[in-house]
T-cell receptor
């Protein structure tokens, strides 16, 4: 039990639709990062939020956006879904300045 | 070249064998994580290292900061150890994000 919960666990969407994935972190985890893991690949960094502001972004287009809330939960939003967005989406949270990270179980998104 | 490289990418062994998975990185880090991922995707954190060696049951993880290299060892391997093992480093610069290796798929046959 990591204390990091992602929802939903599985999701099927149609190309062109929008999706919101959620991550609930432990109290005090003011840093949350999101990753996309395509089948057979390692997770790729999408972006990171620290105290509700984005402080790092990977090589993903603007249709990938996020929010972090004061209650340590966060969202990943993807607009205009494409087939290649089908992947496992992971969130990881930690307390800024500390090195131990905690991982959610992931949301598997399938775009058809 | 990826900032984090793992080897081998795939490893098949017989039950009872000693397993070693390697991770090399090219960036400055504050910590290195070894993670286990089973089919279905959920990630379990096995170790977090910033120096030296850690042991938990049949698992041992080592890190050499000077050589920028870490190894994960499994002694007396068992079919239930079959999973993808991922090395992830926490960058010391910038946004201090996690950078993941591509994973090593381990299969232990009975």
């Amino acid at each position: 039990e990591t204390g990091v919960t992602q929802s939903p666990t599985h999701l099927i969407k149609t190309r062109g639709q929008q999706v919101t994935l959620r991550c609930s972190s432990q109290s005090g985890h003011n840093t949350v990062s999101w990753y996309q893991q395509a089948l057979g690949q390692g997770p790729q960094f999408i972006f990171q939020y620290y105290r509700e502001e984005e402080n790092g972004r990977g090589n993903f287009p603007p249709r990938f956006s996020g929010l972090q809330f004061p209650n340590y939960s966060s969202e990943l939003n993807v607009n205009a879904l494409e087939l290649d967005d089908s992947a496992l989406y992971l969130c990881a949270s930690r307390t800024g300045g500390r090195t131990e990270a905690f991982f959610g179980q992931g949301t598997r998104l399938t775009v058809v | 070249k990826n900032e984090v490289e793992q080897s081998p990418q795939n490893l098949t062994a017989q039950e009872g064998e000693f397993i070693t998975i390697n991770c090399s990185y090219s960036v400055g880090i504050s910590a290195l994580h070894w993670l286990q991922q089973h089919p279905g995707g959920g990630i379990v954190s096995l170790f977090m290292l910033s120096s030296g060696k850690k042991k938990h049951g049949r698992l041992i993880a080592t890190i050499n900061i000077q050589e920028k290299h870490s190894s994960l060892h499994i002694t007396a391997s068992h079919p239930r150890d079959s999973a993808v093992y991922i090395c992830a480093v926490l960058l010391i610069q910038g946004a201090q994000k996690l950078v993941f290796g591509q994973g090593t798929r381990l299969t232990i046959n009975p």
